[in-house]
């Protein structure tokens, strides 16, 4: 896969609201553009093959299939690094280390969101540029 939208976000989350405000946040930020948005899995690899996103929010509670299963999955073909934006990553927690584990770059806790905004555009520049995309497999 080539021709990574530079700058661009793919956003998986069943949240419209988690969805609405990383959109949000991102659009005054002139380093990066919203690519696309998904409400599951099924959407996002469609957006993902189409969109070739440099960088993909990965929510792992969702309907379907999780983002723990879609992180397994994603570690089968190359693709953009992936920040996991959950309640369940809590910095520290088994969960994130797990993320982690399965091929996520950094995790980023959902709480935190709108009080931490510019850590969270932080962590989303350092998880797009922590790996070479074409080659993002779990090491």
Known sequence: MTGFAPGGVLIID????????????????????????????DTARALIAELRPSVITLDLAMPGIDGMSFLDELAASPHAPVLVVSSHTRDGSDTAQEAVARGAVACFDKAHLVSHAKDFRRILGKSARARDPRHCFPR
């Open 14 to 41: 069943d949240s419209l609201t988690v969805r609405a405000i990383i959109e949000e946040m991102l659009s005054a930020d002139r380093d990066w553009r919203v690519v696309g948005s998904a409400s599951d899995v």
